[in-house]
């Protein structure tokens, strides 16, 4: 069965600071893979998502940016923090094919608190 | 534009009765719905889709939707409530882009009260 990872669970970073953030899938290959972040547990703001290595389209222009170095890591970062950058993260994953080709599966999230 | 609306912020409702947390949504071409629930502090979980075929789908922990394309909407219906229901949930809709992108609701946040 597939499970995805995210870590850390909880991060307080002062502003300014750099930022990284894993997820990693297992039991699938290939999946399209998203970034979110949800702000005051309400609704979901897609960051960044991707289909393939290298393969990253950004949604919201800011100071974070993506990485996938390998198929199933998903590497969210910032070189500098903002106090706006606090909120919950998660990261999400679909399959291209199959009976699972559309929902999407979500990780346990990160709480991000920039001070 | 293509989106989606959950119009309450929250539904209350007494264990055992049953509940609806409500949908609609806008976008072009043939319309593949989604429901997830999240629970405090926790990542989103699947709970059912609607892609074709029958208009009422059945999902995980006895939750349905029922879809409307005349009133483009997708209900979330449970036929009895339980105290544990008690959640928050979004609906959601694949936009037809080319892409994978999906778009969320706002969240309806669920309260069952014994």
């Known amino acids: ?115 | 534009a293509q989106s989606v609306a959950q119009p309450e912020d929250q539904v209350n409702v007494a264990e055992g009765n049953p509940l609806t947390v409500k949908c609609t949504y806008s976008v072009s071409g043939n319309p593949y719905l989604f429901w997830y629930v999240q629970y405090p502090n926790r990542g989103l979980q699947f709970l059912l889709k609607y892609i074709t075929g029958d208009n009422l789908v059945k999902g995980s922990y006895g939750f349905e939707a029922e879809f409307n394309k005349s009133q483009t909407s997708f209900h979330l219906k449970k036929p009895s409530a339980l105290v544990s229901d008690s959640a928050l949930y979004f609906c959601a809709v694949r936009v037809n882009t080319g892409g994978f992108k999906t778009i969320f609701g706002a969240g309806t946040r669920l309260f069952v009260k014994a």
């Open chain 1, 1 to 115: 069965s597939q499970t995805i990872h995210q870590w850390p669970a909880t991060l307080v970073q002062p502003v300014g600071s750099p930022l990284s953030l894993e997820c990693t899938v297992e039991g699938t290959s290939n999946p399209n893979l998203y970034w979110y972040r949800q702000a005051a547990g309400r609704g979901l703001q897609l960051l960044f998502y991707s289909i393939g290595i290298d393969q990253i389209s950004s949604e919201v222009p800011q100071n974070l940016s993506a990485s996938r170095p390998q198929d199933r890591q998903f590497i969210l970062s910032s070189k500098k923090l903002l106090l706006s950058d606090s909120g919950f993260y998660l990261c999400a994953w679909s399959a291209t094919s199959g009976a699972l080709s559309y929902e999407q599966y979500f990780g346990p999230g990160t709480r991000l608190t920039v001070t």
